[in-house]
């Protein structure tokens, strides 16, 4: 108000204008500071941490899945956005009430209003002045208006509402199915980097001692300068290659946290990465058979479904919203008017209402309105191929990546027995020193590509469920702990992907029999 006590334009009738200039002059808004910002972000990650259980145990498989599911922030905004959508759904129905204002107040004047009559004929005052109201009297106005049409167009937006729900609903289990996936494929790589990370230091430790061993040789006389610089070249490479290997492992700590919610720089602990109790189950369906799952589970397809329908809605409403419609009004009154012969009354009525130009332009609307439907029906159609082309695709990854897991095993047990074999030999010059710390890198690198190859495994068979839209939303991720949300995972696989496809394609199966039925 300082800004509008400034002004003195009093008796002006410039005044008006003047106001509303120094009102919006008075409403401009700082840019927000650095100061606020950095406190807006402090407060954010307390709150953050706050919400979240602590870290108190090893974290498993079942585990960062369960702490994903529950903390991670695009899973939350997906909840958010469900919880947003349910809120619009719920406003939308009391667009199916009538039009309702209430109107009452005081009304007061100075002096009477009073008038008088002059005669059209003569032109002299007919009537003396007289009044008919108060100076001063209170009304009260309660109309209600309702249109048949508009009450039908609310009822389909009530719809598109609904649909939207789902929409967001469909939405959320896409990225359950992607972060589950991702935590798969991100737990296994943090597993290969604990289980590997000290070997590799051990390797460029003594590859680096065995440059500084070559260097003396040649400096006193024991090794030629060719063989001395070849083998200082060969342990660079090795130092080279388990430097980039270990870098890149090490962002999957990071990545982890990230997925699971946590700071980035919190230290946490994932159980042991021992192939044989992790197991990845055997797929028994045919590649037919998994098609006929994702056909009816992937959410993107009933995302697609529920769009077509909001466009079919879309519609109805641009049809019901042009034609003319029914409107009736009933206004309740009363005013304490002295000289009213009735104090309190009602007035009621109906009318035909429409625009015209939004009737002529009907035919356009219902033209876009088509060509909207055609382009849900194309997208819907080619998400279907997509969807196919997917579980095609994974099924085969599955299996391709099956393999490679075994070759790798194959490898790494064939180079422990040349790294065996080398170490057991005389190291008494620079060719075997070399031969000895290339085994030893090979056999690290095959131990690699093996926690690689498996980590790749993990992921093709998450791929695959992820592919035939497996509903991980059945276990309950809001009102449960961690350990809780861990069992329900851990129940749910319990007795791996073959229950659990097994269940779906007998659903697929019933469903198929159901339609044929009434299609008969």
Known sequence: MHCIHTLNLRGSRLLPIAFAFVLA?????????????????????????????????????????????KYNLDSRVDLAREHFASGDYTLAKFDLLPSSDLDGGYEGRSNTQASSSES????????????????????VELSTVWSALDLGASYLRLKQKKNQI??????RRTTINSLTREVRRTYWRLAAANAISGELSRLRAAASQGIRRARQAEAEGLESAE?????????????????VRQRELA?????????????PAKTFRIGGARFVDHRTPGVEHRTADLRSIALIHRPELYEADY????????????????LPSVQANLDINADSNSFLVNEFWVEYGAKLVGSIPRLLSLP?????????????????????????????????????????????????????????????????????????????????????????????????????????????????????????????????????????????????????????????
Request: aromatic share 6%.
């Open 364 to 520: 356009a609307r219902i033209e876009r309105a088509d060509a909207r439907n055609a382009l849900a029906d194309e997208q819907r159609r080619a998400l279907t191929m997509a969807v196919i082309s997917q579980v095609h695709i994974a099924h085969q990854a599955y299996h391709d990546k099956q393999r490679e897991f075994g070759l790798a095993q194959r490898l790494t047990a064939a180079e422990r027995r040349n790294f065996q074999i080398q170490r057991d030999k005389e190291r008494d010059s620079l060719a075997n020193e070399s031969a000895f710390l290339e085994a030893w890198a090979q056999f690290v690198q095959a131990r690699l590509d093996t926690f690689g190859a498996f980590a790749e495994y993990q992921e093709a068979y998450a791929r695959l469920l992820e592919s035939v839209g497996v509903d991980f939303t059945a276990v309950d991720l809001t009102d449960t702990s961690v350990d809780g949300v861990t069992a329900g995972l851990r129940a749910f696989f319990s007795g791996g992907s073959s229950d659990v496809l097994r269940q779906y394609w007998e659903d697929a199966r019933r469903i198929e029999r159901e339609a044929m039925a009434a299609g008969a």
């Open 251 to 263: 962002l999957a700590r990071a990545e982890l946290a990230a997925l699971m919610g946590l700071d």
């Open 307 to 322: 769009k077509a329908r909001i466009a079919s809605l879309e519609k109805s409403i641009d049809i019901i919203t042009a």
């Open 120 to 139: 059209v004929l003569t032109g002299t005052q007919s009537l003396e002045p007289s009044t008919s109201l108060d100076n001063n009297r209170g009304v």
């Open 227 to 243: 063989a001395a610089v070849e083998f200082e070249r060969r342990m660079l490479r090795i130092i080279k290659a388990t430097t």
């Open 25 to 69: 002059g008075c409403a401009a808004v700082d840019p927000i500071t650095t100061l606020e910002r950095s406190a807006l972000a402090k407060d954010d990650i307390a709150l953050i941490q706050a919400e979240q259980e602590p870290v108190q145990s090893t974290i498993t498989l079942y585990r960062a899945m369960a702490r994903a599911l």
């Open 166 to 171: 789902y929409i967001a609903r469909e939405a």
